[in-house]
């Protein structure tokens, strides 16, 4: 008798503004090495590719009336009711995007509590690689994700390297490794729980 085959969604973060962009192909390893370790260990992968690049006036709108519409909505909900998260940003200034800032920003401050999530960033030269630990990890320490302890950082001489192949890899197979065992998340219902009415008619 076969075994039934667990079905895991992956959530997929990609800050790049550009089409293509090295964000956007670091992510793409990212989902597939996990996919790939998920596969190994019997189980299979959806994977949701959310671009920021695409929401950015959806955003905007967000911070202003308070709950997301249009593509935002289902980006979110993709985001928050994934069995895992893989984000990645480019670094600007020592930084996260502020694209990428404001989509966490807009999300509710429990909606990633526990989520294992994955982190990687794009940059320049190998010193930006800092701003993963200095600025990534301490907003989604606040957000309560259990954040992998590999990260990855590509700058501009890794691509096509050896050694990026096989962080990637190695931070694939990890989150892989935390993701089995758990129950496949719970889809969130938007009748359940849905947007006060003095919410919308209120923004702080």
Do not use: C
Not at 12 to 30: F, I, N
Not at 117 to 138: Q, V
């Amino acid at each position: 008798m076969t075994t039934p085959t667990t079905t895991r969604s992956l959530a997929v973060v990609s800050a790049g503004l550009r089409e293509p962009s090295s964000t956007r192909m670091l992510a793409d390893r990212l989902a597939q090495a996990t996919a790939e370790a998920l596969r190994e260990r019997g189980e299979e992968a959806v994977v949701e590719v959310v671009e920021l690049r695409t929401l950015g006036h959806d955003l905007v709108n967000n911070l202003v009336s308070g709950f997301p519409a249009g593509e935002l909505k289902g980006a979110v909900e993709a985001v928050t009711g994934a069995d895992a998260l893989i984000a990645v940003t480019p670094v600007f200034q020592a930084s996260y995007s502020g694209l990428f800032k404001t989509f966490f920003d807009v999300l509710d401050k429990d909606a990633l509590e526990n989520t294992p999530t994955l982190l990687g960033a794009t940059g320049g030269t190998p010193r930006h690689s800092l701003a993963i630990d200095f600025a990534m990890r301490p907003l989604f320490a606040y957000l309560r994700a259990s954040v992998q302890r590999t990260a990855v950082y590509a700058a501009t001489e890794d691509w096509g390297s050896g050694e990026l192949a096989e962080r990637v890899t190695r931070a694939g197979r990890e989150l892989a490794d935390t993701i089995i065992g758990r129950a496949p998340a719970a889809k969130p219902d938007p009748f359940e729980e849905p947007v006060p009415f003095e919410r919308l008619l209120f923004k702080e």
